[in-house]
């Protein structure tokens, strides 16, 4: 049982995206909550604005595995209602902070941490996500994000980029893991297409065969980043305990 909290002041930073695929995509037991999201696409089952805390608190006691997406024009008020409600904060077992390479969503957040901290969150239920990471640059990702990992220490947070998630193309508007990832055998089909002499079927398949393999790198690294995340709540939990 736990209750995991996706949040950043700033926008922008792959919040709903890693709620959905990096945790609900395989954790399907847990009930998903969007925090009234900015970029909501009438997708969702369940959207509570940040400052109903009373439909918070209600939701958090009635779901022991919870995960929460909260839109970054709503955790102000999300925060307030936490304050009103001290339950709300204190039933979350682990905040996960994504954060880009941009100097704004940098500072961004470094103040949710902050902020965190503020409302007596203590910093082993913090973890920070570097996304849309920038490997082949003359600037090394550890570089990047010198400022964030600099007060990250000062703050006792960890910051760790092998929880890094690469910038990639393999999403369009909209796409969600579990939409783009099939089992067809699209290497067999444009097998089959060439020796039909049909080039432009088999380059279809020979694209999407492309494709499914690199949807299938980021989904091990994604089950990585989310077993580090659980090791971390199980870790807490044991403390507690």
Known sequence: MSKIAILNYSGNVGKTTLAHDLLHYRMPDYILIHVESVNADGKENTIIRGENGEQLHIEMLLNDNLIMDIGSSNLEAFFYSGERESDILNSIDLFVVPVIPDIKQQRDTIKTVHDLLEKGVVSNKIIVIPNMVENNT???PKETFAILSTALQELNVPFDLKNGIERHQL???GNRLADMITQEDHFSLM???KAAGDMDKARYHATQHTRQKQLRGLNA?????KDRIMSIINANNKRKN
């Open 138 to 140: 003359p600037t090394p």
């Open 171 to 173: 999403y369009g508007k």
């Open 221 to 225: 690294h994604y089950q990585k980043v």
């Open 191 to 193: 097998e089959a297409a």
